[in-house]
């Protein structure tokens, strides 16, 4: 149980193009996911969390129009790069929760996105 | 920013040695959570202890927590090739979504 599937798992495009990662939770009601940022044998860096039905909120840092995320229902979130240059290549995760902080996540495989 | 760090950056064993690595924080917690993640994959959840546990034991997994010393450690025992991955320890910050902060990782390789 408890599986998260991300999609695309690998995008390669041109500067300037927008690109959509989906997040999804396959056999449960996600209350909160997390969108995560990843450089080679680095940690995971939190983007932002998003709620169903509210708007994400960002660390400091991330630029919320360069990251679009929408969370329209309790198993979708998805993560937006709009206007993409070489410098937002990277790995990035999703991870759904349900319930607060005492509960484990549960990650998606990631998509690797190469700008170039 | 990362909640803290993690030591050793990298672990090179055999198979059948057993592998330690350690975690610290720097906040108040209310729990601490293991993970693993493969090479190009998402992470994998091994184990969480909750602020007012010691340790606490999963197969082959032995987690300990000192909040005194706002530290923790993950043992695998008779270490295999399979476990050869990174291993994250995650802090759960107290607040707002209760958001998990990653430490810098172990990369663990176990040679056959």
């Known amino acids: 149980g408890a599986v998260v599937s991300q999609h695309p798992s690998r995008v390669i495009c041109k500067s300037g193009t927008s690109v959509k990662i989906e997040c999804r939770s396959l056999d449960f009601q996600a209350t909160t996911m997390f969108w995560y940022r990843q450089f080679p044998k680095q940690s995971l860096m939190l983007m932002a969390t998003?709620?169903?039905?509210?708007?994400?909120?960002?660390e400091q840092g991330v630029e919320k129009d360069k990251f679009l995320i929408n969370h329209a229902s309790l198993t979708l979130s998805t993560l937006t790069v709009t206007s993409a240059h070489p410098e937002d290549s990277s790995f990035y995760i999703c991870s759904a929760r349900t319930g607060w902080g005492n509960q484990p996540q549960h990650f998606g495989d990631g998509t690797r996105l190469s700008i170039l | 920013s990362q909640q803290g760090e993690e030591d050793p950056q990298a672990l090179s064993i055999q198979e059948g040695e057993n592998a330690t690595m350690n975690c610290s924080y720097k906040?108040?917690?209310?729990?601490l959570q293991w993970y693993r993640q493969n090479s190009g994959r998402g992470l994998v959840h091994l184990i969480l202890i909750r602020s007012n546990e010691r340790e606490k034991h999963s197969g082959r997994l032995r987690v300990t927590l000192d909040t005194s010393k706002k530290s923790s450690s993950l043992l695998i025992t008779a270490s295999r090739a399979a476990d050869t991955a990174s291993y994250f320890c995650a802090t759960v910050v107290s607040g707002g979504y209760n958001k998990l902060i990653f430490g810098a990782g172990t990369r663990l390789a176990v040679h056959p």
């Open positions: 906040t108040s917690i209310n729990n």
């Open positions: 998003s709620n169903e039905g509210s708007k994400a909120t960002y």
